[in-house]
């Protein structure tokens, strides 16, 4: 199989794409690869699937290319047979959206709307695209289902992924494009980003600064290892999405539809406190962190919780990797890329 793999250079796209060459699959990549964080990281996480496209002998290209350009994208399109995508490029962070909203509407709905259109015009058999736990906004009842509403959004960036899952149910309805979107919770592990609370943590206790603890580490993560979360997308990019013969437009369900459309999250479905998680990195590190303890931030939700049954019923996985043990793998992988 010929499948895009979108934000190839980004942290999930780079190990889903890694994946996917190492099973024999063809691989299609495109990544502007721009400057959100240090595109050093990028260019090496580029140069590993080079070097697994040469071991394996699976078919591997890259475009360098912006998915808001809409020429850029119908020409990848037309020069590749591509069967299916999976669609990992995004803005993504809930502070950043606070800054610089405009590059999310770039992003996230200008290049998904690109997208859309290249997979319906050339026939695409199955696009799974990401989608954030962040989506559950002010939702307090726990654990999140994708059966319950999501319309109360905290940030603007959890606006754009939702956004992205109606974009979706109108192309499943209309042109019946079957997609796959997937809320993931709390991705962390090796080759993980730069902003993310894992890689600054780490940072900081080894150069023996402060970390700035938000809400005094009382909210709880439903913390996903990367391992995980790449096996869930793509056994659900491998079951092609099909309508819900039960669904009722009268007690409409949100996850399914009578289009080939459905909605999944990915957790781990055991949530850890800030706090716990902060003790995890210190005991990997050997190492005490200096704690600033703050409020809460702006746009934050104090808790996050999957119900991730859905997934497991459809697909037969569900993510379990302990957060020490995925901690510890980050650590040991940091050390080693840094060497620290």
């Known amino acids: 199989m010929n499948i895009l793999v979108t934000g190839n250079a980004g942290f999930i796209g780079f190990h889903t794409a890694k994946r996917l060459l190492e099973r024999g699959d063809g691989v299609v990549g495109i990544?502007?690869?721009?400057?959100?964080?240090?595109?050093?990281i990028k260019e090496a996480r580029l140069e590993i699937l080079e070097e697994t496209a040469r071991r394996t002998g699976s078919p591997y290209v890259f475009y360098r290319e912006n998915l808001a350009d809409r020429a850029a994208v119908e020409r990848c399109f037309s020069e590749q047979r591509i069967d299916r995508v999976i669609n990992l490029a995004a803005q993504a962070g809930v502070r950043y959206s606070l800054e610089n909203p405009h590059a999310y509407v770039e992003s996230n709905i200008v290049a998904f709307t690109n997208l859309l259109e290249a997979c319906r015009h050339h026939r695409v058999e199955h696009l799974t695209y990401a989608s954030t736990s962040s989506v559950y906004g002010a939702n307090t009842n726990m654990p999140f289902s994708e059966h319950r509403g999501v319309d109360h959004p905290l940030q603007f960036y959890a606006a754009t992924k939702r956004a992205n899952e109606l974009m979706a149910h109108s192309y499943s309805h209309l042109y019946r494009l079957p997609t796959t979107g997937?809320?993931?919770f709390t991705v962390y592990g090796p080759w993980g980003r730069p902003d993310m609370a894992l890689f600054l943590f780490t940072k900081a206790i080894l150069a023996g600064e402060p970390i700035q603890v938000f809400n005094h580490g009382h909210h709880t993560r439903d913390f996903t290892y990367i391992d995980d979360i790449v096996e869930g997308?793509?056994?659900?990019s491998d079951q092609v999405a099909a309508p819900n013969p039960e669904w009722s437009s009268d007690t409409p369900d949100p996850a399914t539809s009578n289009a080939p459309f459905?909605?999944?999250n990915i957790g781990n479905n055991d949530p850890v406190k800030l706090s716990a998680y902060i003790e995890a990195i210190e005991e990997a590190l050997g190492k005490q962190a200096i704690k600033e303890l703050l409020p809460l931030q702006l746009g934050d939700v104090p808790d996050t919780y999957a119900d991730s049954s859905e997934l497991e019923r459809a697909v037969g996985y569900k993510p379990a990797t302990p957060v020490k043990e995925g901690v510890a793998n980050f650590v040991a992988w940091y050390r080693e890329y840094y060497n620290v």
């Open 31 to 40: 990544d502007t690869v721009n400057d959100y964080y240090d595109p050093a």
């Open 182 to 184: 997937l809320r993931f």
């Open 233 to 236: 997308v793509i056994r659900a």
């Open 262 to 264: 459905r909605l999944f």
